[in-house]
């Protein structure tokens, strides 16, 4: 898996969510047989949980947590990332977590501010 991949996220778990620095973060663990490394979503813009009514969406640190707390405990069925770059979760009981932005169109690569980036937690268990 490379990073910024969500690949092998489906039949993950939330587990977490909550601010690290300057970032809102969802963290993930792998609760299946092969189980494979943790993951965290950093998250650098706004998130929405859907269906409408299930929180609020999420443009500050705050309320991007708060927006996310209902996630905890459901498991992905499926992830998908737009060709723009958009990141959307599907979970258990239709429930979507949505990460807006755009990559940069910039050679630079990971020098470009991003709206997500998905790290392995290695040594978690």
């Not at 813009?45 to 443009?59: H, I, K, R, T, Y």
């Not at 940069?104 to 501010?113: A, F, I, Q, V, Y």
């Amino acid at each position: 898996m490379a990073k910024d991949s969500p690949d092998g996220m489906v039949g993950m778990s939330v587990v977490e969510v909550g601010v690290r620095s300057c970032w809102s973060f969802i963290m993930f663990a792998d609760y299946r047989p092969a189980k494979g490394p943790d993951r965290r979503i950093y998250i650098e813009s706004g998130v929405e949980v859907q269906p409408p009514g299930a929180a609020c969406p999420g443009e500050t640190l705050e309320s991007q947590c708060a927006a996310m707390v209902p996630l905890v405990g459901r498991t992905v069925e499926s992830v998908h990332v737009s060709d723009a770059g958009r990141l959307t979760i599907c979970f258990a009981g239709d429930v979507q977590l949505i990460v807006f932005g755009d990559w940069p169109d910039d050679p630079r690569g990971s020098m470009s501010p991003r709206p997500w980036e998905v790290v392995p937690e290695f040594g978690r268990s």
